[in-house]
């Protein structure tokens, strides 16, 4: 056994303790009183701390302890003139002692451990790791706020790398950000790979004029594609981080193939705002070779704006388009008016893993491989978990690239949620005044999870600041995005959903919350949207940013919380989601596909081509029973029901809530309110209720409990005139119904949703109907919600008037057409 006796000398006091072993726990804690004697000090009295308080031991036990030790200690920085008495104590038993630095918070609690310089600053001295950890989580204990156990690990690492306890709990306290610590990880650029040069490429003069304007080489995924037979008609699916130059991949086999008169490029992307962009890039880009573009994107027959010169034949070389739009012209039997493809690029495919629209992208993408067989399939992603699967599925080659274009660093802010609007101020300032090596500002893009929160932060930045989201009109979001793109908007802030493709040349990405809608994101979502930080053409690096609020749920059974969120999705992979989806789905892309075929034996080709497992013949079958189509032997053919249903993306349960509606003689406009209802609607004076009833009430018109609330007890009293008024005039229009659920039996949104048409068929445009409701009700909405669901009816309309026909309800069919024309406008 080893034997330590360590000694802290204090103006009251002498500490000993017994250490055994080196061990942090001592075998005793006890205290040495010293008188001085003819001989000098010798110890007086000896006392033992027990669990019972002090026992009082001969002093010769202290003298036999000290002979016995291997070694004989004494606290540094003790008091002086008690440590002068131990050392002459000693001397006169001709011992000797170490002066040694320990740790005091170990001392406090009868405790051992040495201090050296791995150990932990902390209120001008130093402690010992175990006293830091603990004093760490006890202030976390302490503190109003809940974190979660990732984050107190994340703090943990923290101290562990500072070695600095003050700067790790100024953390806690992130208004004073200190870069380096809110710094979870950094991820470094690589250029492994050397561009192709551009004037080598095979490729038409005119083409590689156009292209040596902007750069001399190929960026180092464009090479890889190159060499592996881009422009040889290879099928590709290119995976890579965002700003690494996919789009001009497609773009090189699409014009190259073209202008070798291969057939004309189709340009397939997931959002309305996308298609706009890429419209705008590729009109301006190629306009000068002869190549026209045109945009196609669902039936978008809403007459809204003079200013929209967009070109939509089909006669272009180039059409971009939204899935659906494309779809669509393949479900109504348009694929002949597209003549010859020859390129078919696929943007953002790793949507076919998404649960709402992946069936539709999985099923347009099988139609395209049955009616342009000789096109050569570019896919594009930056976030595909299982890569070699997909690829493998798609029957397309994997071009993969796994470095980003410039370094990006990525930092977790821990913060309270009033604190956010100060902390995004002084980020968004302080990137805006760097300027790049390529001489362009720096600019920031807010993630946050809802549109109502894109105005309410960017009103409440002090900056010029400008929300931006699918509600606005096509002309507010082409003015943010020309703004952005001239380096004059310091910051724009949007929600999760618009995070997949639009560009905006950000250097910096801040998540103002990790949500989409109340929905926590998922990796894949969360690294498209970091993916937007530092474009190598603007910037030298990106940062990306996580605002995360401890404690913070967006539901009750949410079992994470924000913070956790955060560190799981920092530390995260991809999870591989996998194709599936359920029999509605797959009976209406079986009716999409019969609208492009007539052979079982060809519809079954097209569906073994596609991701997810078909049972063919059994939903033949189903769809057969229900008159939506005709098969004898190898023939299928739709019938008129069928046929009216695969073009207007009606599924099989909607189509016959229209079919009855129309055998029952409903009137259209009840019908179509009743297929879709207008629930994006908000109050637009809710701060000014919130204030006068004292409570927070939620800006959703139909959410929860808002309605409940307004019309309790005596709130509506509390409220001045004017907007009581609006607010009687909301209750009578549309909460007069008798049903026992009330306001929750759907009867409120039915009737605001027949309002909506109504005011339109009145001849008001999408912006005059949210002023008119402003007026009329104090409710707004947003003028792009408004106008996509106004589209949404005109199709419904289309296929109630197309139905009633069929069945040879002709005054019903009026009845649509003269209502589906009022609301075309």
Known sequence: MTLWILFIAERSKITVLAIRDKKKKPLFVGEVVLRNTSGGPRPHKFKVKTDKGEELHPPSEITDLLRKANRIMIAKDGDQEQTSDLVAMLQGFQLSADVVNVCRFCVLKDMFNFLNRRSIKYHREKICEDCAREELYRVLASSQTFYSDEACERLESILLKTRDLDRTLLMLSPEDLD???????????????????????????????????????????????????????????????????????????????????????????????LANQKYDQFTKRYSNLGIQTSIRVGSARIKASKNDKSKRTLDSDIIIGTYEGIDYILRTGGADMLGQVGTIVVDEVHTIEDEERGHRLDGVIGRLKYVAPSAQFIYLSATVAKPQLMAKQLGAKL???????VPIERHLVLCPEHSKIKIMTRLVRDEFNKVSSKGHKGQTIVFTNSRRNCHRIAEALPMYAAPYHAGLTSEERKKVEVSFGKGKLPVVVTTAALAAGVDFPASQVIFESLAMGIEWLNMQEFLQMLGRAGRPDYHDRGEVVLLAVPNKKYTSNQGDTEDAVAIKLLKGEMQHIGVDYGEEEKTEEILATAAVTHSVKDLKRIHANMLADYSVDFLIKRLERSKFLHRKGDSIKLTRFGKIASGHFLSVSKAFLIRDAVMMEQSPLTTVSNLEFFDSVYFKYAARISAALNINLPSRVFQGASLDILFEGENMQKLDISLRDQVFEFASDFLTCSCKDSPYCGCAEHKFSEKIISIRAEGYDPVGIVRKLENLYGVTAYPGDVLGYLDNVVRNLEAVEMIARAYSKKDIASEARRLRKQVEG
């Open 179 to 273: 870069h380096e610590l809110t710094r979870f990880d950094s991820i470094a650029a690589s250029k492994e790979i050397s561009g192709t040069r551009i004037k080598e490429l095979p490729i038409r003069r005119k083409f590689k004029d156009l292209l040596l304007k902007k750069s001399d080489t190929l960026l180092p995924v464009q090479s890889l594609s190159v060499e592996s037979g881009l422009l040889k008609g290879q099928n590709q699916l290119v995976t890579s981080v965002t700003a690494t130059g996919k789009t001009l991949i497609g773009e090189l086999a699409g014009v190259e193939n073209i202008l070798r008169n291969k057939g004309k490029l189709l340009y397939l992307v997931p959002l309305v705002a």
């Open 399 to 405: 071009i993969e690239y796994e470095y980003r274009p």
